[in-house]
């Protein structure tokens, strides 16, 4: 008798692994302050990408959504819970490298996140949850609704702090001063 393996245990056990390497190479598995909060909306602070939610948990579900999108045209054939362990693997992945201390030094030195020192584990296992939220979202949604939801949230992440997923990939692989000086305030 032949066992299928569940596509929702291996979403489960690429979230845990990613959670054991993180605190392996020494993350702090929840903040540093010593408590945990749902909601923590102040960016340019030690407990950001610290708690379960932020103002980046937005882009997280964008993720979702992008890669729902382009594994709807790139895998059509497999099953929407193989799919979304393509996208948690992507996710998870990216949250492995995004916490890595060149990527770290890199979020200090080019963007307005001096006092970043990487996501804890609690946050990235929320964030890539918030990816699955995406993903579940672009699979029930139609496409105009979850455009119109990209957009809302880019445009009230610019709006409130500066920031979102557009802006994030662009400091990252392109910085602009002009940009990093208006993030600041300046």
């Known amino acids: 008798m032949t066992r299928r393996v569940s596509p929702g245990l291996v979403v489960i056990g690429i979230i845990l692994l990613t959670a054991i390497w993180l605190l392996w190479i020494g993350r702090e598995p929840i903040c540093k302050c010593g408590y945990v909060k749902f909601w923590h909306g102040q960016v340019v602070s030690s407990e950001n990408s610290q708690h ?3 103002w980046y948990t937005p882009s997280h579900i964008i993720h979702g959504f992008l ?4 594994l709807w045209l790139v895998a059509r054939r497999l099953s929407f819970g193989w799919r979304l362990v393509i996208a948690t693997l992507v996710e998870a992945t990216w949250e492995i490298v995004e916490n890595s201390d060149a990527i770290i ?4 030195a080019v963007t307005i996140s001096l006092d970043y020192y990487g996501d804890s584990v609690l946050n990235v296992v929320a964030d890539i949850l918030a990816m699955v939220l ?3 979202l ?11 939801l990209i957009l809302l949230a880019e445009g009230v992440t610019l709006w409130i702090i500066r920031g979102g997923l557009a802006l994030n990939v ?5 910085p602009l001063e002009w940009v990093a000086d208006w993030q600041a305030g300046r």
């Open 52 to 54: 379960i939610s932020d």
């Open 67 to 70: 890669f729902y999108g382009a």
């Open 105 to 108: 030094e890199r979020y200090r």
């Open 134 to 136: 995406g993903f579940w």
């Open 138 to 148: 672009a699979s029930r949604l139609p496409v105009w609704a979850t455009v119109a």
């Open 170 to 174: 662009l400091m990252l692989i392109s």
